[in-house]
């Protein structure tokens, strides 16, 4: 009997996945250190060519970043065309701590391991597969689609989307809408029932440095300029701050949602506590109750018995949709006038859960997981999203996955044993076929 051809896509969707993560594209955010997302590029442009696609090749900036875009013509062109976006690179991996080698692409246990396997190229690998599929089998979407695999988005996409957004914008002509990871994942609620999250907002990003000068000096000696000091003091201010908590309409409507289905109750006088509630799932919910500042590096001296002039800390900052006037008054009151700050920025994005689109998304996962519910919700995070909406385009997070109950996704991306089930490939490219023919 001959293979069902999406059974095909589905069965290719995990191997090129497995390749994908063979490809060490680690970005550690300095260009002089990055590794491999020149291989992941001409890998994936090889096989879009193989089955005849047209791609644009993009070396961004004359960095040796390199980024691959493909359009596939669709049924009518008057409509506007669906970008569809994964990055390549990954964030570094210790070997030591895993339990096989990050860069393995083992397929073992019903996983497939690895970093990336979950941020993001379980996506590229069905994207990828679908793009195949249709080319070969000539199939015509009902709209145009872009396939978009760029770099460098684990350090803010200067040299990936935002870098494409600037310079070669010809590239996403016509597009409306696009979707892109962290989204369409399942959690498993009361009696079993799966809801489905699509990411319709994410939160702002703000890395800043924070500056303080001081009196240099010998460390035998009185100081009362110490700038290791005051930026211990205004670190410590910050890293201790609750912001305040903020309900937007996107968690509203999850939690709402969740109530709908559970009956569970999220009183604003309790919503933290009762946020925890949703198992592996409150740490990301939590996060997009409040604006967040977490510091992560320190930076200052170079000799023990030497009082530096300067001291220096990294902050990740974290800021809600409409919260940014509101956040820079609490940190002028919170550090006063004499630390510097200096940041780089990417702003929060933020659509409504409505619309043919997120109904074409909620009828592919329900054909495939019947009596399953989509539900709207905030990453705390952020994607390349935030590039893509600056040429207008409405941004969704839909990586359909159907994880197992006990499975701790969050926990995964970034983190250590890395990996995504073997199903739930199979599963999310199924659903993104029935998306991408109705979408």
Known sequence: MTENPIEAAADEAVTLTSEL????????????????????????????????????????????????????????????????????????ADPAEWSVHPFSGAVQDGYVWGRGAVDMKDMVGMTLALARHYKREGIVPPRDMIFAFLADEEAGGKYGAQWLVSNRPELFEGATEAISEVGGFSITLKDDVRAYLVETAQRGIRW???????????????HRDNAVTKLSEAVAKL????????????????????????????????????????????????ATLRDTANPTMLTAGYKANVIPSVAEASVDCRILPGRLEAFDRELDELLGPDVEREWMELPPVETTFDGALVD?????????????????????????????????????????????????????????????????????????DRFFRSA
């Open 239 to 286: 890293g201790n701050h609750r912001f305040p908590l903020v309900v937007s309409d996107s968690v509203r409507e999850f939690l709402d949602g969740v109530t709908e289905i559970t009956g569970w109750e999220f009183p604003e006088d309790d919503l933290e506590g009762s946020v925890a509630k949703l198992g592996n799932i409150s740490r990301m919910i939590g």
């Open 21 to 92: 993560i063979r490809i060490d594209t680690t970005n550690t955010g300095d260009p002089d250190t990055v590794v491999g997302e020149r291989a992941a590029a001409e890998y994936v442009a090889e096989k879009l060519t193989e089955v005849g696609y047209e791609i644009s090749y993009v070396e961004s900036g004359g960095t040796n970043r390199h980024n691959v875009v493909a359009r596939l013509p669709g049924a009518d062109p008057s409509r506007g065309a669906l970008l569809v976006h994964g990055h390549l690179d990954v964030v570094p």
């Open 208 to 222: 800043m440095t924070l500056r303080v000068r001081g009196t240099a000096g010998h460390g035998s000696m009185i």
């Open 360 to 432: 074409a998304m909620s009828a592919a996962v329900t054909a495939e997981d019947p009596g399953s519910r989509t539900l709207p919700y905030m990453l705390s995070a952020g994607t390349d999203a935030k590039a893509f909406q600056r040429l207008g385009i409405r941004n969704f997070g839909f990586a359909p996955l159907q994880l197992p109950a006990d499975l701790d996704f969050s926990a995964l991306f970034h983190g250590v044993d890395e990996r995504v089930p073997v199903d739930a490939l199979k599963f999310g490219t199924r659903v993104l």
